[in-house]
């Protein structure tokens, strides 16, 4: 793909401005761990979809954790 003079890329550049928070709001569990991992989902807002991998893969594992630490209780 060619970019323009001066190293412009539209394409990215229209990637960028299709790209922006998804408005989608936070409400609390009330539990710390799933908390604080529904929170990392926050991190996404304004970051292209290429991005979005390994928090999505963050917070599994933690949601993963959280539920054997519950059965370990």
Do not use: I
Not at 23 to 39: I, K, S
Not at 52 to 57: G, N
């Amino acid at each position: 793909m060619a970019s323009e003079p001066g190293g412009a890329d539209p394409a990215a550049e229209t990637a960028a401005e299709v790209t922006g928070p998804l408005g989608v709001e936070f409400t609390a569990t009330g539990h710390p761990g799933v908390d604080t991992a529904l929170a990392r989902l926050e991190a996404l807002d304004g970051v292209p979809a290429e991005a979005h991998v390994p928090v999505y893969e963050d917070v599994h594992q933690r949601l993963v954790d959280t539920l054997a630490a519950l059965d370990q209780d």
